[in-house]
């Protein structure tokens, strides 16, 4: 069942509960480890256990549904469609060579050539200087600095060659320029809950949603706090506000004593000087310069999946060499086509 954690809806907080359950939910799909095809809660039992109306749980089951994080089956409810790592498996790029290994090693060992030796040889070619195909790339972040971070986290996946350029969703929403060179490019990468909205404003761009997981600082920071301080969790956008106590709670489950607010808030300051320590959400920096000196004092950062990186992006980006060198073969005249994101 879809875990939904009903004390970090705040109903004293000047957030309308609707929004609150939206951040919640859109983020625990987007960022959390639910496989596909989760059931969700009803609207009406969700509703009772929320004490909320119903009509309020049914707008953000749609909403969740048109940002393409959930899928409404007739007569059966909703159900989780994330996990792209976990979704579909014989669809992603990784899956298209299964065929083609298993026909190599019939082939190896219809000449005597042992599994191991096949792999071996594989080794010492891989080894061999390449002449790969440069691709242009595009990574759509929410925040630039963030956004730099996650593309040099990414680096090692591409080549010198390529080129990375990187736009934040409000300018690609705003430029038609930034959307043409979105459908240009042979990749776009954005966030798995982002995935529809920048589908939506580059129809014709190959895009893929990487999945992100908190990242392993993340993790040591909360771990490392103390059961008794007082912390106050920040984050930028209001519509997030419920998922701060339960994201803190994840990795600190020790600490009892969490507020939640965002970086806005009129009352930030009194709120920060009643707590040990502050952790805040990605966007949300300059809350670092309130923070009373000598207290602990974090961003709550994510970084991109390894798991979800080497079953989607590298296969992805392999495919994507493959066909622009063979286009450019056949006719460097002509743009290789994309490959359906």
């Known amino acids: 069942m879809f875990p939904i954690d009903a004390t970090a809806i705040d109903k004293s907080l000047p957030v309308p509960v609707g929004t609150q359950l939206h951040g919640l939910m859109s983020y625990a799909l987007a960022f959390g480890d639910i496989p596909h095809g989760t059931k969700l809660p009803s609207v009406r039992h969700l509703a009772g256990d929320l004490g909320i109306a119903p009509m309020t749980v049914a707008e953000v089951y749609k909403k969740l549904r048109d940002a ?3 899928e409404m089956r007739p007569g059966l409810g909703a159900y989780s469609v994330l996990g792209a790592h976990q979704k579909n498996r014989a669809a992603l790029p990784i899956d298209e060579l299964r065929d083609d290994i298993a026909r190599l090693i019939d082939k190896a060992e219809a000449r005597g050539l042992s599994t191991m030796s096949l792999v071996s040889m594989i080794n010492a070619q891989a080894r061999l200087p390449r002449h790969d195909a440069a691709l242009d ?15 040099e986290e990414l ?30 490019a042979d990749l776009v990468l954005t966030f798995r809950h982002r995935e529809a909205e920048v589908r939506t404003l580059v129809p014709a761009g190959n895009v893929l949603g990487l999945h992100f997981i908190p990242s392993q600082m993340t993790r040591q920071n909360l771990a490392g706090l103390d059961p008794r301080t007082r912390v106050a969790a920040v984050t930028h956008f ?13 990795f ?26 502050v952790i805040f959400a990605s966007g949300a920096d300059e809350v670092a ?53």
């Not at 209001?238 to 994840?250: F, G």
């Not at 709550?300 to 980006?317: F, K, V």
């Open 238 to 250: 209001k519509e997030y506000i419920a998922i701060m106590r339960p994201s803190v709670r994840e």
């Open 252 to 277: 600190a489950p020790h600490v009892s004593d969490i507020t939640v607010t965002w970086s806005s808030a009129p009352d930030l300051r009194e709120t920060l000087s009643r707590c040990d320590a």
């Open 68 to 70: 393409g994080l959930v």
């Open 155 to 184: 680096r090692p996946m591409f080549l010198q060659g390529d080129h990375i350029r990187l736009v934040p969703l409000d300018t690609l929403a705003k430029s038609a320029e930034w959307r043409k060179r979105c459908a240009d």
């Open 289 to 341: 310069e309130l923070a009373a000196p000598g207290i602990p004092c974090f961003e709550y950062r994510h970084a991109p999946d390894p798991g979800h990186i080497e079953s989607a992006l590298t296969p992805q980006l392999a495919l994507l060499r493959r066909q622009r060198a063979q286009s450019e073969t056949a006719d460097p005249r002509n743009p290789p086509k994309k490959v359906a994101g």
């Open 137 to 151: 790339i595009v990574f759509v972040c929410i925040f630039e600095g963030p956004g730099r971070d996650y593309v």
